[in-house]
């Protein structure tokens, strides 16, 4: 760790055995997300980049009317390429997106080693990464591979800008095309740049900035050509991204702090933070300074500087997203945050006698984490199976029905089961790939339940429908709010119990409710 520009990475037996130990114990963990079914909008990001030939392949390349702001060429068109040799066969691109977290995890491995010149705290760090609980989604969901790309080309790019002492390279500069042609949060990347050679390797500022320009001029020329090309303007993005105050990025930043600190049964935590923000901000500062008091009165120059550099960087990768709280936004950071967890820990128990508690805290670390994202797979397996099972019930008791309706309009399905968003994207191609049809499906309102038995049932009140719902009577809208109209008295305890619809087709012959697991008509 006292010189990364010239550390040598000449690999030998024992890598070839870290690297076995991740990738089977990665294989070995993540088989069983295999099982999970297709859920959330999975069905309609496969269609979208189906193709018939290799025409159609590379045609993935130029910008898709699915990217509406955005321009990521490089995740849709694996995906394209996937789908061409594996068809819609969802355990192999389930297979795939794993594989890719895998491979994500061994270059964690390489860059820790070259701040620990240690392989077994490279190993520890990069297994940590590998059984993150927080990552679930950004690990199996299809629909992130954005996130999983840009990992791998975000990270690559670091490791060789490592290996050549922070100058750049044909290579390097490679690496981050790709990974801005993945997602935009690659934008953060010439800033790393500067940090890894003003920080890490202690250079000049100038001779720092002047290695960041070739990365910079990158950039802008992106920029440049989505916006002549594609009349695409990154930063005039017109979502959520775009708009939030300094209170609230901050406040963001505080949950993703937590996220990272405590990532542990995800989706109670998320609640938790998202929800006991000022609890969430003192438990958190006092973890922290706890944490850094102890670990400055032990590190050496070297670590501090490194550990420095780890903070920073989860800093600046998270702040181009910082408007809004994903679960998936921690991927990025969490890589960096699994070598800087073992860095404090090496450095709190680095006499010894503190090398045992080194690896009993390390291990339990680890243990903790699979046990986390395995009971997280699990709850994966089990949600999805049961929606998969309702909407076939559906198919099989409803057949006339389903066959006459041109358009089918829900008035509420279940969106989030337990806190797991199962149903909460793109219902419509869900629903048409499993009976199948090729039917419109509208659906005006979708309910957070604790399980898919809690019953939901909407009831025709004149003017207005009538939500019954066993269970916290909360419903979300998800951008059907123009044909829905509610007022101050349909709100109970701040929840939605009743609207009215603004639409055309209102006859209730035509409106499906949602009971006790099962689909039946009002």
């Known amino acids: ?79 394209g390429f996937v789908s061409f040799l594996l068809s819609d066969s969802l355990k192999l691109h389930r297979g795939f997106a794993i594989i890719l977290h895998i491979a994500n995890s061994l270059l964690i491995y390489l860059i820790a080693v070259t701040f620990f010149h240690e392989r077994i705290k490279a190993l520890l760090s990069a297994l940590i990464f590998l059984f993150f609980p927080i990552n679930d989604l950004a690990v199996f969901w299809l629909t992130d591979t954005f996130d999983r790309f840009l990992f791998l080309f975000y990270f690559a790019g670091l490791l060789k800008l490592l290996k050549s002492g922070g100058r750049f390279t044909l290579v390097s500069g490679i690496f981050f095309i790709l990974a801005f042609l993945s997602k935009e949060t690659a934008l953060s990347f010439p800033v790393l740049v500067f940090l890894t050679n003003a920080v890490l390797l202690k250079k000049p500022l100038k001779e720092s900035l002047f290695q960041m320009l070739p990365f910079l001029l990158i950039l802008c020329t992106i920029i440049a050509f989505r916006y002549f090309a594609f009349d695409n303007n990154i930063f005039a993005v017109n979502d959520s991204h775009s708009s939030a105050g300094y209170g609230v990025i901050l406040k963001n930043l505080m949950i993703f702090a937590g996220l990272l600190l405590l990532p542990f049964f995800n989706y109670q935590l998320t609640d938790f933070f998202s929800t006991n923000i000022l609890t969430t901000s003192v438990i958190l500062a006092a973890i ?36 809004l709280v994903m679960k998936w ?46 009971i997280t797979i699990f709850d994966w397996i089990k949600l999805t199976d049961k929606a998969e099972k309702n909407v076939k019930y559906f198919a099989q008791n409803n057949p006339s029905f389903i066959e006459n309706s041109d358009t089918l309009n829900f008035i509420t399905i279940p969106a989030k089961v337990a806190n797991y968003p199962v149903n909460h994207l793109d219902f419509g191609a869900y629903f048409n790939y499993y009976l199948p049809t090729n039917k419109v499906i509208n659906v005006f309102s979708r309910s957070s339940i604790k399980n898919m038995n809690d019953k939901i049932e909407c009831r025709n009140g004149g003017d207005f429908f009538e939500v019954i719902h066993s269970g916290a009577n909360f419903f979300i809208l998800f951008g059907y709010e123009k044909y829905i109209n509610f007022e101050p008295s349909d709100l109970v305890e701040g929840k939605l119990k009743r609207f009215r619809l603004n639409y055309n087709r209102t006859d209730r012959s035509t409106f499906i409710g949602f009971t006790e697991g099962k689909y039946i008509l009002y």
């Open 1 to 79: 760790m006292k010189n990364f520009g010239k550390y040598s990475f000449n690999y030998g037996n024992s890598d070839l055995l870290y690297y076995l130990i991740i990738i089977f114990s990665g294989l070995f963990v993540y088989v069983n997300a295999l099982e999970i079914k297709f859920f959330g909008d999975e069905i309609a990001f496969l269609e979208r980049t189906k193709v018939a030939d290799l025409n159609g392949l590379f045609a993935l390349l130029g910008k898709q009317d699915f990217d509406a702001d955005y321009y990521r060429p490089v995740p849709n068109f694996f995906s």
């Open 288 to 323: 922290t300074v706890s944490m850094l008091i102890s670990f400055a009165r032990k590190a050496d120059f070297v670590s501090l500087k490194s550990a420095f550099f780890l903070v920073l960087g989860c800093i600046l990768i998270l702040l181009p997203v910082s408007r």
């Open 329 to 374: 936004y921690i991927y990025l950071p969490s890589g960096l945050y699994s070598i800087l967890l073992i860095l404090i820990i090496g450095a709190l128990t680095k006499d010894r006698a503190g090398k045992k508690l080194f690896f009993i805290t390390g291990g339990t670390i680890i243990l903790l984490s699979l046990f986390s994202i395995s």
